[in-house]
T-cell receptor, first 112, second 113 residues
Framework: KAGVTQTPRYLIKTRGQQVTLSCSPI?????VSWYQQTPGQGLQFLFE???????NKGNFPGRFSGRQFSNSRSEMNVSTLELGDSALYLCASKAGAGNEQFFGPGTRLTVL | QQQVKQSPQSLIVQKGGISIINCAYENTAFDYFPWYQQFPGKGPALLIAIRPDVSEKKEGRFTISFNKSAKQFSLHIMDSQPGDSATYFCAASMSNQGGKLIFGQGTELSVKP
């Protein structure tokens, strides 16, 4: 089985812009979670989608949003980018009832 | 209450030695505790996981020890190898919160040849 894929792998944006990141989960996995990884804050949970519905949300401002499509692929959007949004954004997928989450390689976002 | 505290922040071990990383949690509702390994430029990879009804789980050179009463769990890497040099993260989650993982701050392990 192919693993979790994320596109693009690298992205450079300027403050005030918006960005959309994409994640394709492992085939058959219906849950997709997003995490932000920074040197200062570590790995922080953003939100989880299951069957096109947001099932869980972390403590991030409303500028961070997501969605999931009927094929389980997910997108994450960040609007009005700030310098502090520079991070590695990771997507993880899991089968519906299981606990094991498998991460993609991440999208490195740099905000200038 | 949602925090997972991990120590040490960094660890240097000689090849063949035992690497030990510790984590502590407060929320007794956590019921799944995985460990992840992350190499530079890569996403975290699931290494091994345990549930609170088991005190120890071993997979190859990796062992999780779990102490429910102390609310602590640890990762032991036996016969550490230079290829084990990576950042290790412990995490915790609750079954009723789906895929939400709460991560420790990470331990940078360096295994010297």
């Amino acid at each position: 089985k192919a693993g979790v894929t994320q596109t693009p792998r690298y992205l450079i944006k300027t403050r005030g812009q918006q960005v959309t990141l994409s994640c394709s989960p492992i085939s058959g996995h219906r849950s997709v979670s997003w995490y932000q990884q920074t040197p200062g804050q570590g790995l922080q949970f953003l939100f989880e989608y299951f069957s096109e519905t947001q099932r869980n949300k972390g403590n991030f401002p409303g500028r961070f949003s997501g969605r999931q499509f009927s094929n389980s692929r997910s997108e994450m959007n960040v609007s009005t980018l700030e310098l502090g949004d520079s991070a590695l954004y990771l997507c993880a997928s899991k089968a519906g009832a299981g606990n094991e989450q498998f991460f993609g390689p991440g999208t490195r976002l740099t905000v200038l | 209450q949602q925090q997972v505290k991990q120590s040490p922040q960094s660890l240097i071990v000689q090849k063949g030695g035992i690497s030990i990383i510790n984590c502590a949690y407060e929320n007794t509702a956590f019921d799944y505790f995985p460990w992840y390994q992350q190499f530079p430029g890569k996403g975290p990879a699931l290494l091994i996981a345990i549930r609170p009804d088991v005190s120890e789980k071993k997979e190859g050179r990796f062992t999780i020890s779990f102490n429910k009463s102390a609310k602590q769990f640890s990762l032991h890497i036996m016969d550490s190898q230079p290829g084990d040099s990576a950042t290790y993260f412990c995490a915790a989650s609750m079954s009723n919160q789906g895929g939400k993982l709460i991560f420790g701050q990470g331990t940078e392990l360096s295994v010297k040849p």
